[in-house]
């Protein structure tokens, strides 16, 4: 369905991505493993075409069409969305019209189901606005409250577990399941192990590169030993490179 | 007797299209004041609710009443406004809102027609203690930008009462604005004051919101929200005094700059007084957020669209 082929992108004179090749299939989670700095949200905005993202070098191929030189918004109407690690806010729209916006099929599910989905009461959320009064944890669920309404093609998941209590991963593997029986893909990218093994296949990044792709318990476990106690972030072991 | 059934209906229907629902005039449960130029057109009183007034040669001359432990619980309405191309309306008002008295009023102002039209409002608000007064004072103006709007209150909070007041100006062309708004409190009184303006040709938006903590424990807020398209300009003023023993004071002033000859400038002015007391504010000029606009383009709106659900956002 997506298909990155050599995508390289330079920043500031440094090379974020490096040549990455990369498929996600349809109905296929795909987790994105990577330490900090990795290149993993770089990765998660060329995909989703952030002006500021614009790739310098290779395809990115979307049923077989390479899409890079569309905006956000058209990429958003083939099927592609984002949620960022970190939402953005805004001021005077309430959860039920922000969710409302992303509802765009009348067979999606309906936004009172979606914000069940990760745990919120609609009652308690649907007025209340999309602002500074969420807690983080909060806005990343109705983040993904909103993906979900969407009922993408393929959702782009930057970290959706980063400030979420850790009795709450259950609701975003739950999201995601739903996604994917929903016909939606999934790129997944996080730090969790226990939330990447939900992946039917993983990689690994360092310094904007692929050093493993694979099954999850596979990459997981190359992430785990070799990514995990590494003393040099982004300065790969050759061998390493090699063995890919 | 003068016939103002045609003047009402040209009124209500101004009204209608600012947002307004014709049932709430009719409603008799709802304290009222409806004023073409300087006629009052009608006037609904309902218990512990007073309204006089005097016909000016420019105006109305009002005091509204409400009486002391006196809760209403629907919205008041005033309704104000002139129907033809030219013209001035002064509303002298004074609002007095009695000790342990609560109530919320709905000021309606439109002007459909103006091409040159001056609407000054002069009031003076006595907010009791432990009282509760909410204004909120929404703008209807025609297309044309012809309206110069001078609003200004001086407002005294006694003993634990509030004051909560919203002036909102977005359907229509601004014009000029020039709203001035003072809140002086006492011991453990409050205040929020809201402005929402969205200017567009060459509309002049001058906004002046000052607070004056004068008691111990009293807190103020001065939020405005400020969009500028084409070569609209604005300057926010906006001042928090603190002089009463731990006085807590914020102003949060956000201007999103849409036109390239459009201009926006803030200036705060925090005055501690008290070494307990603390203000605090925060002010953002400029475009609307990159982050905003590219996570609603990821769900499908077009970039001019997703700035229309912003800003209206920011201005409802």
């Known amino acids: ?244 | 007797m003068t016939d103002y059934t045609t003047e009402f209906e040209l009124l209500a229907r101004a009204y209608e299209a600012s947002g307004g629902n014709l049932k709430d005039l009719q409603n008799k449960q709802y304290g009222l004041m409806l004023v073409s130029g300087n006629k009052l057109l009608g006037k609904n009183e309902i218990p512990g609710l007073s309204i006089a007034s005097t016909s000016l040669a420019d105006g109305i001359q009002t005091k509204i009443t409400v009486k002391k432990n006196t809760i209403i619980n629907n919205p008041i309405h005033l309704c104000f406004g002139v129907i033809p191309e030219e013209g001035v309306q002064r509303i002298m008002a004074d609002f007095i809102i009695e000790d342990g008295a609560r109530a919320t009023f709905l000021a309606h102002c439109s002007f459909p027609n103006a091409v040159k039209v001056l609407h000054i409002m002069e009031g003076n608000v006595t907010v009791g203690k432990n009282a509760l007064m909410e204004y909120s004072e929404t703008h209807y103006h025609g297309a044309k930008g012809g309206v110069e709007v001078l609003p200004k209150m001086r407002i005294e909070v006694n003993r634990g009462g509030r004051y909560i007041s919203t002036f909102r100006l977005i359907k229509g062309a601004a014009g000029v604005v020039n709203l001035d708004y003072a809140a002086a409190l006492s011991e453990h009184a409050s205040t929020e004051m809201y402005a929402k303006i969205y200017g567009k040709r060459k509309d002049d938006i001058q906004v002046k919101e000052s607070i004056y903590l004068n008691g111990a424990g009293s807190k103020g807020l001065a939020k405005s929200r400020i969009v500028l398209s084409e070569e609209a300009r604005a300057e926010v003023l906006g001042e928090v005094i603190g002089q009463g023993a731990y006085s807590r004071g914020h102003i949060d002033c956000m201007e999103i700059v849409q036109g390239k000859k459009a201009l926006a400038s803030a200036v705060p002015k925090l005055q501690v007084v008290d070494e307990t007391a603390k203000l605090t504010h925060e002010a953002a000029i400029g475009s609307v957020d990159k982050r905003q606009i590219e996570t609603l383009m990821a769900r499908g709106l077009s970039e001019q669209e997703a700035v229309d659900v912003i800003v209206m956002g920011l201005l409802r």
């Open chain 1, 1 to 244: 369905m997506i298909e990155l082929v050599d995508v390289s992108l330079q920043k500031n004179n440094k090379l974020i991505l490096n040549s990455i090749h990369l498929r996600i299939h349809p109905r296929e989670i795909h987790s994105i493993l990577g330490m900090n700095g990795t290149g993993k949200s770089t990765l998660a905005y060329v995909i989703m075409g952030l002006p500021d993202y614009q790739v310098d070098h290779g395809k990115i191929l979307w049923d077989g069409k390479d899409i890079k030189k569309l905006n956000i918004a058209e990429r958003a109407k083939l099927g592609l969305t984002l949620a960022w690690q970190e939402p953005a806010r805004f001021e005077g729209l309430t959860v039920r019209e922000y969710l409302g916006l992303s509802k765009k099929g009348k067979n999606n599910l309906p936004i009172e189901e979606c914000l069940r989905r990760v745990g919120l009461e609609p009652k308690d959320y649907l007025n209340r606005e999309v602002d500074a009064t969420l807690s983080g944890g909060e806005r990343k669920r109705i983040e993904l409250a909103s993906v979900l309404a969407m009922q993408p093609r393929l959702a782009i998941l930057d970290e959706p577990d980063s400030g979420i209590d850790s009795l709450s991963i259950d609701y975003i593997k739950d999201v995601i399941r739903t996604l994917v029986a929903g016909g939606s893909s999934v790129m997944l990218i996080t730090h969790q192990e226990e939330v990447a093994a939900i992946a039917d296949r993983a990689t690994a990044l360092c310094a904007g590169q692929v050093l493993r792709s694979g099954s999850p318990e596979e990459v997981t476990r190359f992430f785990h030993n070799h990514c995990r106690p590494c003393p040099h972030v982004n300065q790969p072991d050759q061998e390493v490179l090699l063995n890919d």
